[in-house]
């Protein structure tokens, strides 16, 4: 089967962009219930995503196997804060990445991040990151297994 990796067309991928959102969405609420799982979500998030890449030299790419999109990731450029050193502080962000249940395995998810990747490397940053939250522990293997390690935590209370 043949996998390809191309820039997002919103004329023609938006509707599989709501779709994957959605279904990020649906994964992540069975580890993660603060999750929005209402119709709107993903238009409001495919906006702000949209607005984001618009402001942070952002790119979207889709990957397609056999002429249908089976998944994307959203590429930006981030800041740290200024309490970092200056060299550090400039980074690359994958802040979506999701392929459809049926093709993960395939190498789709591998080539999207190596394809932020390379976007950060053309850029001339020296440094990716990506987020994910702590109970998805198979998206924590694959981003190991691509080199990604810790950097930071979070932790939450509720009250």
């Not at 495919?46 to 002429?67: K, P, Y």
């Not at 850029?123 to 990716?128: D, F, H, K, N, S």
Request: glycine share 8%.
């Amino acid at each position: 089967m043949s996998l390809r990796i191309r820039d997002f067309d919103a004329s023609r991928d938006k509707a599989a962009a709501l779709a994957f959102i959605l279904g990020s969405q649906e994964f992540e609420h069975e580890f993660e219930p603060d999750r929005r799982l209402d119709p709107a979500v993903a238009e409001e998030h495919f906006a702000a995503l949209t607005a984001r890449a618009t402001t942070n030299q952002g790119r979207l790419f889709v990957a397609e196997q056999e002429g249908r999109i089976i998944g994307w990731a959203a590429f930006l450029v981030e800041h740290k804060p200024v309490f970092v050193v200056e060299t550090e502080r400039v980074h690359g962000y994958i802040a979506e990445l999701f392929v459809e249940a049926g093709a993960r395995g395939s190498g789709a998810g591998r080539a999207l991040i190596a394809t932020c990747e390379d976007e950060a490397r053309r850029l001339g940053l020296g440094q990716i990151m990506i987020g994910l939250l702590t109970q998805n522990r198979r998206a924590a293997e694959i981003y190991a297994r691509a080199g990604y390690g810790p950097y930071a935590s979070e932790l939450r209370k509720y009250l």
